[in-house]
């Protein structure tokens, strides 16, 4: 049986209102919410698409970290508290060596890009353990 939910759409940073279709579990359509008024019914091919690239074999669903040199096209699964820990590690080590000021961050059009990059520069002044 399908069920339609009210949501928002998070493949670029407009965030438009979206009907999402559901059958058995699995997103089958994303359309426009015509009641949202931020686009009012319209959706992009972005949106459109998000059921393919969610049920994308190839998207990646776990940390990889690169195993042999750049652009060699050798990685390794890790764990995510590995993947953290090395991110926080680096990040650490950059601000110990060149200062706070020196961790710069910038995003496109991501997922949930305007949720969460106004509150990486926050973070990243605080001590990074």
């Known amino acids: 049986m399908e069920k339609i939910v009210r949501s928002v759409c998070q493949a670029c940073h407009c965030e438009c209102g979206v009907m999402v279709h559901v059958e058995d579990g699995k997103v089958t359509k994303v359309e426009g919410d015509p009641e ?5 019914g319209f959706t992009c091919v ?12 190839d998207r990646l669903k776990y940390p990889l970290k690169r195993t042999g ?3 060699e096209g050798k990685w390794e699964r890790v764990s995510w508290d590995d993947a953290i820990n090395a991110i926080a590690t680096t990040l650490t080590g ?16 991501g997922p949930r890009s305007s949720l969460t990059s106004p509150h990486l520069p926050l973070a990243l002044k605080t001590p990074i353990e």
């Open 69 to 71: 040199e750049r652009a």
């Open 94 to 109: 950059i601000k110990e060596q060149y200062g706070s000021e020196s961790i710069g961050a910038i995003h496109g059009t």
């Open 46 to 57: 972005k949106g459109r698409a998000e059921p393919k690239r969610l049920y994308h074999p």
């Open 36 to 40: 949202h008024p931020m686009n009012r």
